[in-house]
């Protein structure tokens, strides 16, 4: 697999607390990767490392081939929307059009400006009069613009409403058609994930607890509805990733590459939000010895 993002063994330390330990992933190149996980799993360091925003504590991490923010040709390959769409309150969207073309060598000043034009916003309005969606917009422009060949998004539709944020990913999606870009998307809402990603990250308290292309990780996960039974009982080649049972009743959402041919079961197919948050609610005790699952077809 070619990779976009190497990390191994990434930790970030501050003072005594770890924001991020021993962190080990791949991210492929030549899609839009969804980063998932629950609150401080990690997902910002992570992305924040990526960027050179941070430095590891441990471990390393490889971005494009290079160091991260190692000199200004790394710098220019990789754009980053940071989770609150950072913009300069007292500048105006001119006047960041200006900053980017002056800051970024590759910077396609027409796509801006036909962004800029397209989202009916006042070239001379300062961005702190901006709408939060305006504002994501704008950093999604300067991002875009700079042309990088990996672009880095850390929640950027968290505060908006749901027809911004459709509009917003629907942009997103037109520049990834346009320009071949990689994208690495982190995002709570599932849903939106599910629209414009290709490919999933599930991260839980720095590991990789699922990875894989959308379509092989929901065919590759079956809900098992019937009588109770223990998930000893189960195949070995059908890893349970969550169950639950009443008196009578067992339900399994469990992984296979196999056919499920046991009568006694009735199989449905859970939806991506089901996987994921069966992933996610895996108790991180167990979190040392279950195998990493990854999923490529
Ligand atoms: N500057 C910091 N100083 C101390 N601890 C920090 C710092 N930044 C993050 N952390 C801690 O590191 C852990 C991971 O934080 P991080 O922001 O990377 O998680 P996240 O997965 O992005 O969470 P969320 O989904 O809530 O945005 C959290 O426990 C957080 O409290």
Redesign the pocket.
Known sequence: MTAVLRAHGLG?R??R????SDCTLEVPSGRVVGLV????????????LAVGMLAPSTGTIEVLGGRPADGPAQLAKVGFVA?DTPTYPGLSVEEHLQLGARLNPAWDDAVARARIDQLGVDPAQRAKNLSGGQRAQLALTLGIAKRPELLIL??PVASLDPLARREFLQDLMEAVAEHELSVVL?S?LVSDLERVCDHLIV?VGSRVQLAGDLDALLATHHRLTGPRRDETALPADQHVVSASHTERQSTFLVRTDAPIYDPAWSVGQPDLEDVVLAYMGQRTTDRERRPVLEVLR
């Not at 607390?17 to 991020?20: D, E, G, K, P, Y």
């Open positions: 970030k501050y003072g607390r770890w924001a991020l996980g629950p609150n401080g799993a990690g997902k910002s360091t992570l992305l924040n989770q850390d929640e982190s709570h991260l």
